[in-house]
C-alpha cells in the first residue's frame, strides 16, 4: 500500500525531485548532433547517385528519431528551468499527455521503420523477382506514411480512456500506466508490448534469413568464378559488398534498438502481472528507450559506406599505403584504365595483362 500511495504522489507532483539538466542537455544536444550530421551525409549520397528504397527508409529512421529528439527533450529541459513537472506545467495535464504520446508513437513507428527496412531487405535478396516488379520508392512512401498513421492512432487512444499516460519521479517523465488497475488499461499495455515484441521477432528474423541468402549467394557465385569474365566478377562481388553494407548497417541498429526497447516490453508485462512495484523501476527502461534516437544516427554516422570508405582514401595518401596500392593495381588490373605516365603509344596497363582463353585480357 505505501508502494501505491508513493507512485500516486509522483504521478500528481507539481515540483521536481532533486535532479539535474546536465545529463537532459548532453542527450538532447548529441541527439540534435548526430541526427543531422546523418541527414547531411544522406543528402550528400542522394547528390551522388539515385536515392534507393533502403535510402528513402534510412532517411526516413532518421528524421523520425530527430522528430522523437525534438518532442520531448526541449519539454525536459523547460521543466529544468521552471522547476516545475510536467504536470505542473498544465493544469489539464497537456505537457504529460503530450510527453507520454510521443515516447509511445516514436518507439512504434521506430521499430516499424526497422522491421521494414528488413522486410526490404529481405525481399531484395531472397526473392529478387518480386521485388524488382512490386518494391519501389513510392512504396516506401506510403509505407511509412501508413506507419506514421496506425501509430498515431494507437498512441492517441490513451486520451479517449483506452490506456492512460501518467507521471513518473522526478517529474520529468510521463508514459503508459504500467501499474494500470483497471482492465482496459492493462489491455493496452499488452497490446503495446506485444506490438513491440512481435516487431523485434519478425526483425531479427528478416536479418537472419537475409544473412542465410547472402551465404548462398556468396557460395554460389564462387563456384562459379572460374566461369565468369574478371570484370563481370568484381562487378557481382561488388554488389554482394554493398547488400554486406547495408546489412551491417540495419543489423548494428536493430541490436541497438532491442538493447532499448526489450526491457521495456519485459516491464511493461511484467507491471501489468505485478501491480505492486516501485517506480523507481521503471525509470530505467524509460531512460534506454530515450537513448536510442541518439544511438541510431551516430550507428549509421560510423558504419556509413562513405565514411569508412573516405577513411580508407586519407589513409592510402600516406606514404605506407603506397605499396598496397601497387598491389591492388597488379591484382585488379581491371580496375585501372587510366594512361599510365609516359606511354606513348596510348595504351592502358590492360596491355600489360594477360589471361587464358575466355577471360579478360585475352
Known amino acids: 500500500m505505501a508502494l501505491s500511495q508513493e507512485n500516486a504522489s509522483c504521478h500528481n507532483q507539481s515540483t521536481l525531485a532533486d535532479g539535474s539538466p546536465t545529463k537532459s542537455a548532453i542527450m538532447f544536444s548529441a541527439g540534435v548532433l548526430g541526427n543531422v550530421v546523418a541527414l547531411i551525409l544522406l543528402e550528400i549520397r542522394r547528390r551522388k547517385q539515385s536515392a534507393s528504397l533502403f535510402q528513402v527508409l534510412v532517411t526516413s529512421l532518421v528524421l523520425t528519431d530527430l522528430l522523437g529528439t525534438f518532442s520531448v527533450s526541449p ?3 523547460t521543466a529544468y528551468l521552471r522547476n516545475e513537472s510536467l504536470i505542473g506545467m498544465s493544469k489539464i495535464r497537456l505537457v504529460c499527455g503530450h510527453f507520454g504520446f510521443s515516447m509511445t508513437f516514436f518507439s512504434l513507428v521506430t521499430l516499424a521503420i526497422l522491421l521494414f527496412m528488413a522486410v526490404e531487405r529481405w ?4 526473392h529478387p523477382y518480386y521485388y524488382e516488379k512490386r518494391m519501389s520508392k513510392r512504396c516506401g512512401y506510403i509505407t511509412v506514411a501508413l506507419i506514421y498513421l496506425l501509430c498515431a492512432i494507437f498512441s492517441g487512444t490513451p486520451f479517449l480512456g483506452f490506456g492512460k499516460y501518467v507521471q513518473y519521479c522526478p517529474g520529468t517523465w510521463c508514459f503508459v500506466d504500467m501499474h ?5 488499461h492493462k489491455v493496452f499495455n499488452i497490446i503495446y ?3 513491440l515484441l512481435v516487431m523485434i521477432v519478425c526483425t531479427v528474423l528478416c536479418n537472419a534469413s537475409v544473412i542465410y ?13 572460374s566461369s565468369v569474365p574478371r570484370q563481370r566478377g568484381h562487378t557481382r562481388h561488388r554488389s ?3 547488400e554486406v553494407e547495408h546489412l551491417v548497417l540495419l543489423g548494428f541498429m536493430t541490436i541497438a534498438f532491442v538493447i532499448c526497447s526489450l526491457p521495456l516490453v519485459i516491464q511493461v508485462y511484467f507491471n501489468t502481472c505485478c501491480y505492486q512495484v516501485h517506480d ?7 531512460l534506454l528507450v530515450s537513448v536510442n534516437p541518439i544511438i541510431d544516427p551516430w550507428v549509421f554516422i560510423i558504419l556509413s559506406p562513405p565514411v569508412p570508405r573516405l577513411l580508407w582514401d586519407k589513409m592510402c595518401k600516406t606514404a605506407k599505403c603506397k605499396s598496397t596500392q601497387e598491389k591492388v593495381r597488379s591484382i585488379h588490373p581491371v580496375l585501372y584504365h587510366s594512361k599510365p605516365p609516359g606511354n606513348s603509344e596510348g595504351g592502358s596497363v590492360m596491355q600489360g595483362y594477360t589471361g587464358t582463353p575466355g577471360t579478360a585480357g585475352s
Open 240 to 242: 554482394i559488398a554493398k
Open 75 to 77: 519539454v525536459v529541459l
Open 193 to 195: 508490448a506485444s506490438c
Open 213 to 225: 541468402h547472402l551465404l548462398l549467394m556468396y557460395r554460389r557465385r564462387k563456384a562459379q568464378r
Open 123 to 126: 525481399l531484395a535478396i531472397g
Open 180 to 184: 494500470p488497475p483497471e482492465s482496459k
Open 280 to 286: 523507481q523501476y521503471d525509470l530505467l527502461p524509460l
